[in-house]
């Protein structure tokens, strides 16, 4: 799940969807995924206050090239409009080491980093630049850092920005309560 202005959201896979939970309101509400026939491997990722779909799109059929591509909510919160397709050229690098395995996108900031599954392979996207650059293999994973039972090391991620206000408030209520 990803928190965006009050509401949680999560993909629906069956069909592809979105589904979001406002707290304010106390109600869940479906949004249509853009091109939702022709995703692979979608996911949702927080980028400065924004709600970003990141999912490839393949359909051999399609008059699109295939690509990874990432869309942005609009603040009407039903409309999707496409804020970057990742360059054929890198997107044939890319589907080449991810062999059909799917993505995981993790999003903190201006930056979303695209990990692939069973890898130790990334991609980070710069949203502020317009850049892709693939990020170097974790020396920390596989046969020569930490045991792993004989399988594959892979990077997982998790967009995580921790606060002191939270925790420092509680405390202060036990004291003056």
């Not at 995924?33 to 995703?39: D, I, K, V, W």
């Not at 496409?82 to 999003?107: K, S, T």
Request: glycine share 10%; charged share 20%; aromatic share 12%.
């Amino acid at each position: 799940m990803v928190h965006v202005d009050g509401k949680f959201y999560c993909m629906n896979y069956n069909p592809f969807s979105v589904l979001a939970y406002d707290m304010a309101a106390n109600k869940w509400f479906k949004i249509q995924a853009p091109m939702r026939r022709f995703l692979r491997s979608p996911g949702l990722v927080e980028s400065r206050g924004k709600l970003i779909l990141v999912a490839a799109v393949e359909k051999s059929k399609l008059n699109v090239p295939k690509s990874l591509r990432l869309w942005g909510l609009q603040d009407c919160g039903t409309t999707w409009v496409e804020i970057e397709r990742m360059p054929l050229q890198l997107y044939m690098q890319f589907a080449e080491v991810e062999g059909g395995n799917g993505f995981d996108p993790v999003g903190h900031g201006e930056f979303i980093v695209i990990m692939i599954r069973g890898s130790d392979k990334g991609l980070l996207f710069d949203i502020c630049r317009k850049r892709w650059r693939w990020i170097p293999a974790c020396p920390y994973l596989g046969s020569s850092g930490c045991a792993n039972n004989g399988e594959d090391a892979e990077l997982r991620g998790l967009a995580y920005e921790p606060r002191l206000a939270t925790p420092v408030i509680s405390l202060l209520s036990c004291f003056t309560g």
